[in-house]
T-cell receptor, first 118, second 115 residues
Framework: AQSVTQLDSHVSVSEGTPVLLRCNYSSSYSPSLFWYVQHPNKGLQLLLKYTSAATLVKGINGFEAEFKKSETSFHLTKPSAHMSDAAEYFCVVSDLALSNFGNEKLTFGTGTRLTIIP | DAGVIQSPRHEVTEMGQEVTLRCKPISGHNSLFWYRQTMMRGLELLIYFNNNVPIDDSGMPEDRFSAKMPNASFSTLKIQPSEPRDSAVYFC?????????????FGPGTRLTVT
């Protein structure tokens, strides 16, 4: 079975400082991993995805994440936080062994709320 | 591209009434997903369709919930009768589907309040 654990439910950083949102996954095969962002009262937007290509993945708005198989981690980072980054962030896993035709379930983490301090 | 379209954006109804939520997926996408989001339970997958066929409805809470996809451009989620515990934000998402994992694109959601 696949699962994902977001290690922090809430992260606060000052504007202009680095952001680190932590995610560990469990997967029986070769996972696809995603980060989604949800701004208040909005739908979820894809930030970036890893699907077995380069382990360092760059996304929108300056975010990036590194897939580390040995650590089963997929942490999200950004060098310098901006006020507009304040939102809820979800780490998501899909197991390719399960993702054959007709089974495309994603497993969502519980979310990390990012607060930016002016 | 207009993205995934959901209607209504907000719905307030009384307990016992029927509620119908609507979704138009992105053109060309052949998989469609219905999710429910609450503070207590987070984001839950209710049901998903591939090529208009329901593939997995194991997340549907009970018989009061039903979903249909009569064609590739339209889906409904119906709750009858509604209860206060159904209050949540309901999201529809679509993806290309198939043998690879494709990212899902989410609509803006429908905020349902049952009084």
């Amino acid at each position: 079975a696949q699962s994902v654990t977001q290690l922090d439910s809430h992260v606060s950083v000052s504007e202009g400082t680095p952001v680190l949102l932590r995610c560990n996954y469990s997967s029986s095969y070769s996972p696809s991993l995603f980060w989604y962002v949800q701004h208040p009262n909005k739908g979820l937007q894809l930030l970036l995805k890893y699907t077995s290509a380069a382990t360092l993945v760059k996304g929108i708005n300056g975010f990036e994440a590194e897939f580390k198989k040995s650590e089963t981690s997929f942490h999200l980072t950004k060098p310098s936080a901006h006020m507009s980054d304040a939102a809820e962030y979800f780490c998501v896993v899909s197991d390719l062994a399960l993702s054959n035709f007709g089974n495309e379930k994603l497993t969502f983490g519980t979310g990390t709320r990012l607060t930016i301090i002016p | 591209d207009a993205g995934v379209i959901q209607s209504p954006r907000h719905e307030v109804t009384e307990m016992g009434q029927e509620v119908t939520l609507r979704c138009k997926p992105i053109s060309g996408h052949n998989s469609l997903f219905w999710y429910r989001q609450t503070m207590m339970r987070g984001l839950e997958l209710l049901i998903y369709f591939n090529n208009n066929v329901p593939i997995d409805d194991s997340g549907m809470p009970e018989d009061r919930f039903s979903a249909k996809m009569p064609n590739a451009s339209f889906s409904t989620l119906k709750i009858q009768p509604s209860e206060p515990r159904d209050s949540a934000v309901y999201f529809c998402a679509s993806s290309l589907g198939g043998p690879k994992t494709y990212e899902q694109y989410f609509g803006p959601g429908t905020r349902l309040t049952v009084t």
